[in-house]
């Protein structure tokens, strides 16, 4: 079993940067691919960003893509999406999640095994 818990979360303006963590209860986190995925109100879920469990192949939507950076920290088993530019459309509350996967789906919210609970993020114009 494996328990994440998001934080870093919280009302920001246009163009400003948000860091958000991902800390895992478990060292199995190591092992794990780790996705970030977003829901706003009336929205489906949907696919932020994830990388494999060694970092080795990073995947982002395209909507956040140049703005938005994926990144973990096995040794401390932690995630971490580092938002810049900050826009209104990224009001949702973030997920992080990890699973076993072979990790060609990351986009895909059923490869995911673990989630958090989520951290609100709110940008004000």
């Known amino acids: 079993q494996v328990q994440l818990t998001e934080s870093g979360g919280g009302l920001v303006q246009t163009g400003d940067s948000l860091k958000l963590s991902c800390a895992s209860s478990?060292?199995?986190?190591?092992?794990?691919?780790m996705g970030w995925f977003r829901q706003s109100p009336g929205k489906e879920r949907e696919f932020v960003a994830a990388?494999?469990?060694?970092?080795?192949?990073?995947y982002y939507a395209d909507s956040v893509k140049g703005r938005f950076t994926v990144s973990r920290d096995n040794a401390k088993d932690t995630g971490y999406l580092q938002m810049s530019g900050l826009k209104p459309d990224d009001t949702a509350v973030y997920y992080c999640?990890?699973?076993?996967?072979?990790?060609?789906?990351?986009?895909?919210?059923?490869?995911?095994?673990?989630w958090g609970q989520g951290t609100q993020v709110t940008v004000s114009s």
């Open positions: 478990s060292r199995a986190f190591r092992t794990y691919n």
């Open positions: 999640a990890v699973g076993s996967g072979l990790g060609y789906y990351l986009s895909d919210a059923s490869e995911y095994q673990y």
């Open positions: 990388l494999t469990w060694a970092g080795g192949n990073i």
